[in-house]
T-cell receptor, first 111, second 114 residues
Framework: GQNIDQPTEMTATEGAIVQINCTYQTSGFNGLFWYQQHAGEAPTFLSYNVLDGLEEKGRFSSFLSRSKGYSYLLLKELQMKDSASYLCAVRDTNAGNMLTFGGGTRLMVKP | DGGITQSPKYLFRKEGQNVTLSCEQNLNHDAMYWYRQDPGQGLRLIYYSQIVNDFQKGDIAEGYSVSREKKESFPLTVTSAQKNPTAFYLC?????????????FGNGTRLTVT
């Protein structure tokens, strides 16, 4: 099976930068997604990485290292509305090319 | 506006009853999915369908059933055989199955079985 690990909770201050890490183990890696989910709402797509390196999208960036089985989501200039859970998901050819999700990281942004 | 609609938002049932959760999309997506989310756990795949009239079991299909008679609709039935049905259920769709197109999620149905 697939192992995807993320910290359960993180706290950061408004205006600061926070990095949310995700590690995975699979021989069938075929892409990694980050989603944002506010409590009781639908997850929304943030970013996609399939090659090594950094993908930047406004205040959010995502990094991937396939050799290390590691990704991170970087959030800059934090705003209160960024308080949410952040889900890491890996597409795995060993799982019919379906997405397997980590448990999510709940981020609390404080004033 | 295109999107995915799940209904109802909250659903209450007595143990032993089957219940069907609705999922409709007007995004013209080929693939649709059902996930279950429990507190502190990641989303777990129940069933998915990559094309009309075809669907496959996900990781936790026992106690659930689906149908895909129309491209727009992918209802999920939670049967009395599902041992722990109380959960938050999320429906999603993507342009195609198994490629890099992102999933679009509905707002979820919170099912409580007592």
């Amino acid at each position: 099976g697939q192992n995807i690990d993320q910290p359960t909770e993180m706290t950061a201050t408004e205006g600061a930068i926070v990095q949310i890490n995700c590690t995975y183990q699979t021989s069938g890696f075929n892409g990694l997604f980050w989603y944002q989910q506010h409590a009781g709402e639908a997850p929304t797509f943030l970013s996609y990485n399939v090659l090594d390196g950094l993908e930047e999208k406004g205040r959010f960036s995502s990094f991937l290292s396939r050799s290390k089985g590691y990704s991170y989501l970087l959030l800059k200039e934090l705003q209160m509305k960024d308080s949410a859970s952040y889900l890491c998901a890996v597409r795995d050819t060993n799982a019919g090319n379906m997405l397997t999700f980590g448990g999510g990281t709940r981020l609390m942004v404080k004033p | 506006d295109g999107g995915i609609t799940q209904s109802p938002k909250y659903l209450f049932r007595k143990e032993g009853q089957n219940v069907t959760l609705s999922c409709e999309q007007n995004l013209n997506h080929d693939a649709m999915y059902w996930y279950r989310q429990d507190p502190g756990q990641g989303l777990r795949l129940i069933y998915y369908s990559q094309i009309v009239n075809d669907f496959q079991k996900g990781d936790i299909a026992e106690g659930y059933s689906v149908s895909r008679e129309k491209k727009e609709s992918f209802p999920l039935t939670v049967t009395s055989a599902q041992k722990n049905p109380t959960a938050f259920y999320l429906c999603a769709s993507s342009i195609r199955g198994g490629d890099n197109s992102p999933l679009h999620f509905g707002n979820g149905t919170r099912l409580t079985v007592t």
